[in-house]
């Protein structure tokens, strides 16, 4: 249900049910939550990419899967969506949610939930919870009112209206559109400049944005100065300064 590839630093974690347009199953957000957790952990890797084979990124949860019917809700969430989003958040590594096609309720919040959202142009997003009677979850309902504001996010929801690639890069829900043929090339090219950087500084970052999403300026500012220090005691910021000095490019990508 998951395939796993590396290339020059880039873990591609490919969500594999093409039939079922990658929907959901316990298997497959089990195995990604372990496989985007020893991704973090692996020094090969230093960026994450999720991604879905055939035309669907992720629809969402399986509606025709038994597994976690002998859970309530709340557990299931609790054991299987929850985890898998808290894990891609609280990596250190950047991840991609390459959005190769349609994106549906958790599969929205899976593509909503990487720190860059790349899509390809045949991409769509719907958070169709509402068409089932159920709750926008996995932190759709924290990431999409970040994005495009309350009632866009509420409208959205209660009507589950489409979202396509053009309207989704307009309302800030992607950072690039690519075309369907080249999109699979652009992502790992993408993917490849981001593992150039510096891996330390960007997982600094990534702690700093996440928690100034819910902090105060204050708190923000107490946080920086801490984790600038982690930051300028790193090799990396000496690299960089030297580098600059020297009129060259900084190679922080160290085996
Ligand atoms: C599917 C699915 C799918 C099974 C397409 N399951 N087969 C929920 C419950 C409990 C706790 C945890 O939290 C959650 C979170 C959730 O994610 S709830 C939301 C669940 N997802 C949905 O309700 C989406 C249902 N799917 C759709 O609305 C459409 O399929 C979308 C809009 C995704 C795509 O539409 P189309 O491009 O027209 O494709 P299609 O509908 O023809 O689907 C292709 C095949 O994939 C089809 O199978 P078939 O055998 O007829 O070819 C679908 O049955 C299957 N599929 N989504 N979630």
Sequence with gaps: VLLTKTRAGVRTLTFNRPDKLNAANDDLLLGLTRAVTE???????RVIVLTGAGRGFCAGQDLGDVSGRDMTFTEHLNHTYNPLIRAIRGAGKPVISAVNGVAAGAGASLALAGDVRLWAS?????????????????????????????????????????????????????????????????????????????????????????????????????????????????????EGVTAFKEKRVPAFQRE
Aim: proline share 4%; hydrophobic share 45%.
């Design 122 to 238: 045949s991409a769509l997003l719907v958070e169709v919870f509402s068409n089932i009677a159920l709750i926008p979850d996995s932190g759709s309902t924290w990431f999409l009112p970040r994005l495009v504001g309350y009632h866009r996010a509420f409208e959205l929801m209660a009507l589950a209206e489409k979202i396509r690639a053009e309207d989704a890069l307009r309302m800030g829900l992607c950072e690039h559109v690519y075309p369907d043929d080249t999109f699979r090339d652009e992502v790992q090219a993408y993917a490849e400049r981001l593992a150039a950087r510096p891996a330390n500084a960007l997982k600094l970052t990534k702690q700093a944005l996440n928690s100034a999403m819910t902090s105060s300026l204050d708190a923000a500012l107490d946080l920086e100065a801490r984790l600038q220090q982690l930051a300028g005691d790193h090799w990396e910021h000496e």
């Design 39 to 45: 991704a973090d952990a692996d020094p090969a890797v």
